[in-house]
């Protein structure tokens, strides 16, 4: 099946430092993916959507410069969160969906971040 | 936008079955699913359901969608300890130039007693 890959798992860093995390498709090409937070015992909040060769499209309140979306590759998306603070401290998971007939949407298993 | 509601906590007895709700708004949307994530863990795609279709079954499971009420539920039959877990409701649209976001639900507990 489609497997979605995050590293790392988890990350722990000092404030004002920055953090890249990487969402791969394993066994699949993914010509978008998407990057979501969730915070405790919240739900999931759409950040951005992934486009392979172009331009991340943000969602309103989330802050383009903050949170970097580069996707490199039809296998490959990356997202830096720079400048850190203890409020970006969350769990980060990316999806993707394979194939063009694919409606199904498979989801990495989650970077947490803690920023000190 | 969308709007998605769930239940936020069920408790259940192992081998009974637990069925979780949800309701939502965009009856455009094409696509419904239902994710498990189980504690510090990512999401399992569990099932879903096209727009057109009123069930689904998978072994355990049974996804029922009532179109004119924009209701959505899933069943799981003989419940066991591992199915604790959160369940997210998500509803999301197809696009031929690619795929769309999913908007989740705020996710519903179950707790299996056992």
């Known amino acids: 099946g489609a497997v979605v890959s995050q590293h790392p798992s988890w990350v722990i860093c000092k404030s004002g430092t920055s953090v890249k995390i990487e969402c791969r498709s394993l066994?699949?090409?993914?010509?978008?993916m998407f990057w979501y937070r969730q915070f405790p015992k919240q739900s999931l909040m759409l950040m951005a959507t992934?486009?392979?060769?172009?331009?991340?499209?943000?969602e309103q309140g989330v802050e383009k410069d903050k949170f970097l979306i580069n996707h490199a590759s039809l296998t490959l998306s990356t997202l830096t969160v720079t400048s850190a603070h203890p409020e970006d401290s969350s769990f980060y998971i990316c999806s993707a969906s394979p194939g063009p007939r694919q409606e199904t949407q498979y989801f990495g298993p989650g970077t947490r971040l803690l920023v000190l | 936008g969308e709007d998605v509601e769930q239940s936020l906590f069920l408790s259940v007895r192992e081998g009974d079955s637990s069925v979780i709700n949800c309701t939502y708004t965009d009856s455009s949307s094409t696509y419904l699913y239902w994710y498990k994530q189980e504690p510090g863990a990512g999401l399992q795609l569990l099932t879903y359901?096209?727009?057109?279709?009123d069930m689904k079954q998978d072994q355990r499971l049974t996804v029922l969608l009532n179109k004119k009420d924009k209701h959505l539920s899933l069943r799981i039959a003989d419940t066991q300890t591992g199915d604790s877990a959160i369940y997210f409701c998500?509803?999301?649209?197809?696009?031929?130039?690619?795929?769309?976001?999913?908007?989740f639900g705020s996710g519903t507990r179950l707790q299996v007693q056992p």
């Open positions: 066994d699949f090409q993914a010509t978008t």
């Open positions: 359901i096209f727009s057109n279709m």
């Open positions: 992934s486009n392979e060769g172009s331009k991340a499209t943000y």
């Open positions: 998500a509803g999301g649209r197809g696009g031929a130039t690619g795929r769309r976001a999913l908007t």
